[in-house]
């Protein structure tokens, strides 16, 4: 990916933020409380969202990545539908929770996203899920790096899926020009040779074709509806095969 296009993005759009920190060795803001360990924390609205969203497509067969795993509430709602899913966290309790979960299919890896390494996580995924992606980025040499990273990770027909509510969040540390529009985040998808959807007011899709529609129902919903319709049917079921004795 040229030098250039990111150096044209950070002069038209990002030019209150340094293009390179000088960082190499542990990238990003980590050290404020508000990005530490979520690991014991309530999930939040945005990440509720995102894994409504989830819920509403068919994961047989998907590999999930998700980028800061915190609590494991996706891992533990999503493990049992999802093919597989792999956690990253730049936090040890996080980490060590979500191995102590001992869920099928659920794999946690530490990992910090804006280093441009892989360590260790294999292959591709079909869904890539993070809903801060910029909330404690340091400069957008590292920006670039995260999102060659999920050029790398994301299969040819994947997304990328993040929350409005996400991306306008930052730190308190954190420079307010790290607060991204829908508009920000299409442009830093552009240099990366990725194109921005919107599925509703608040979830936003990163792909490289146009995501397919989800259902309108989660999964969850539709096996209520699906076990209340069973239930009403063996009532009837047993109604009649009692008058029919009587």
């Known amino acids: 990916m040229p030098d250039d296009g990111w150096l044209d993005l950070h002069k038209s759009r990002f030019a209150d933020l340094p293009f390179h920190c000088g960082n190499e060795i542990d990238p990003g803001v980590l050290d404020t409380p508000e990005l530490r360990d979520w690991s014991a924390r309530p999930t939040t609205d945005d990440q509720y969202r995102i894994e409504s969203y989830l819920d509403r497509l068919d994961l047989r067969t998907k590999r999930i990545l998700h980028i800061g795993i915190g609590n494991s509430g996706l891992a533990r709602r999503l493990h049992r539908r999802a093919g597989e899913i792999v956690g990253t966290s730049v936090d040890g309790p996080e980490i060590c929770l979500a ?51 999920l050029g790398a990770k994301l299969s040819s027909d994947g997304q990328v899926i993040t929350d409005s509510a996400g991306l306008a969040w930052i730190p308190q540390t954190a420079h307010p020009r790290w607060q991204l529009s829908f508009d920000d985040l299409a442009a830093v998808a552009k240099v990366a040779e990725l194109i921005a959807y919107r599925i509703d007011r608040n979830i936003f899709v990163l792909a490289r074709i146009p995501p397919p529609k989800p259902r309108l129902l989660p999964s969850s919903s539709q096996l209520a509806m699906r076990t209340g319709l069973l239930g009403r049917k063996l009532i009837r079921t047993g109604r009649q095969a009692w008058r029919a004795l009587r």
């Open 99 to 149: 191995l102590s979960l001992s869920l099928p299919n659920y794999t946690a890896i530490e990992h910090n996203k804006y280093s441009g390494l892989s360590n260790g996580i294999p292959g591709k995924f079909d869904l890539i899920v993070d809903n801060n992606l910029t909330s404690s980025c340091c400069c957008i040499s590292h920006l670039r790096r995260f999102f060659e990273f």
